[in-house]
């Protein structure tokens, strides 16, 4: 038997090839929407990737599953669990094998025995692990279930998708769904869907893999034996999820393009550049303090780096064309990084190089945490906080008012205009595209705190020493 690990490291995702050497077959549970490193690996190791298995319907990211079965005609294994709401809708599109608690299939001589194991989502399925005809388990894909150090969280279909009442089942559900896994032999490796930084959870380690046994001891939610504590510290604090996540729950259910069938995006000339931001969403993929020095008025900042799928999902919708400014060399890659969350309508790019200094018109300042802490108190500006409500319970400035980054667009009415805004999140990176939000939603004047609120605890510190 054969098994590899795959990691997207910008959505925090993690996917496995089980093969078969024997046979030549092998199996890919949980695939990304690009499926090349999937099939390279398969190339390289002489296998023939015939299946694929997913543990649930995802909500952060774009399955490959359809993606597969379409180009490939392999076969899909997919949970029949869950009412008729969590039944896959393109399965009947594609060779799907609908399958339930306590079955199980082979690929080549290897095993995978289906557990139900709702709490994440209703129609949850792990994948337990038996190489050749042993009957002693190898290994569990638990997918969003069980995390190293953490559970899936039970609230998404409420917070995400808008099914309200759900997540307090979720919780009772994870709860029982956790007495199974329990159950199973300590030695036991488990391979989980995400690691550290995905918001399917509050606190996921940063360890790929780990074992029942470890999880066990160290894991804060199968050490608690009280089912209504565990359910309120289960639905408690979890992180705020990104916009896109209500989408990703509705192509992965009814499926979406194939990414062959989709064009790469037009170079435009930076003549077209008034045009494009009236008709498209603009983002330009410069580091935020090149953005504050000079940008095109109507465009959104979003560096390009680690984190730019996750803002993409964030800030820009599914509805309009996307324009992108970048350079050359990135092209490709942002294109595959916005698929990935199912962002397939970028149709144009621009040359960054190709700007010039005539149409960076608009800028933004920097000011000191002090500057803008004496400001706020004179009543000269509306102090802003873009963090998330975890951070801002762990302490605020008193005279900020909170709206996330991702809400800015729904919620930007709330924002006074009488005077100027002062934007600050922990270190100073989200203040920057939240004031490039602010500005292409009309709010120009608009600064930005110098490092954030650490800037800021720097100067309350200073003042309560000068007090004393």
């Known amino acids: ?133 042993q009957t002693v388990p190898m290994g569990i894909f638990t997918g969003d279930f069980v995390f190293v150090g953490d559970i899936g969280r039970p609230d998404l279909l409420e917070e995400a998708a808008g099914i309200q009442g759900t997540t307090a089942v979720g919780a009772k559900q994870m709860f029982n769904s956790l007495k199974r896994f329990k159950a199973l032999p300590d030695f036991v490796q488990v391979w989980p869907g995400h690691g550290a930084g995905s918001a399917c959870g509050k606190a996921l380690g940063a360890i790929p893999t780990s074992t029942v046994g470890y999880e066990k001891a160290t894991n804060w939610a199968l050490q608690m034996e009280d089912e209504a504590a565990f359910v309120k510290e289960l639905t408690t604090d979890q992180p705020e999820p990104p916009n896109y996540f209500a989408m990703m729950k509705r192509v992965n259910k009814e499926g979406i393009a194939d990414t062959t069938t989709l064009s790469a995006p037009r170079a435009a000339d930076t003549s077209e550049l008034t045009e494009l931001v009236q008709t498209m969403q603009v983002v330009d993929t410069r580091d935020g303090k090149s953005f504050a020095a000079g940008h095109v008025p109507g465009t959104l900042n979003i560096p390009y780096n680690s984190k730019f799928v996750t803002w993409a999902g964030w800030l820009l919708d599914f509805d309009h064309d996307i324009a992108v400014i970048t350079e050359p060399d990135q092209f490709q890659m942002i294109q595959t990084d916005l698929q990935s969350v199912g962002l397939d309508r970028f149709v144009t790019v621009i040359d960054v190089a190709n700007l010039s200094d005539e149409q960076l018109t608009e800028q933004y300042p920097d000011w000191s945490a002090e500057q803008a802490m004496q400001a706020a108190e004179a009543g000269d500006v509306f102090v802003l906080d873009v963090r998330n409500k975890t951070e801002w319970d762990g302490g605020h400035y008193a005279q900020a008012n909170r709206i996330l980054l991702g809400k800015l667009a729904t919620r930007h009415q709330e924002i006074p205009t009488d005077r100027p805004v002062a934007v600050h999140c922990a270190s100073g990176v989200r203040s920057r595209m939240a004031v490039s939000v602010l500005q292409s939603l009309g709010i120009k004047d608009v600064i930005n705190i110098d490092g954030g609120y650490a800037a800021i605890q720097t100067v309350l510190h200073q003042r309560t020493a000068t007090e004393s």
């Open 1 to 133: 038997m054969l098994l590899r690990y795959f990691y997207d490291e910008k959505l925090a995702q993690a996917s496995y090839m089980v093969g078969c050497q024997k046979t030549g077959e092998a199996i890919v549970i949980d695939p990304a929407r690009n499926i090349e490193p999937y099939l390279k690996e398969a190339e390289k190791e002489g296998l023939r990737i015939s299946a694929t298995a997913e543990t649930h319907i995802h909500a952060d990211f774009v399955s490959g599953t359809r993606e597969f079965a379409q180009r490939l005609g392999t076969t899909a294994y997919l949970s029949d669990e869950g009412d008729a709401s969590w039944k896959y809708g393109f399965a009947s599109e594609i060779d799907a094998r609908l399958v339930k608690d306590g079955e199980s299939f082979k690929v080549g001589n290897v095993t995978l025995e289906v557990m139900h194991t709702p709490g994440h989502t209703p129609e949850h399925i792990s994948f337990v692990l038996y190489d050749r005809d």
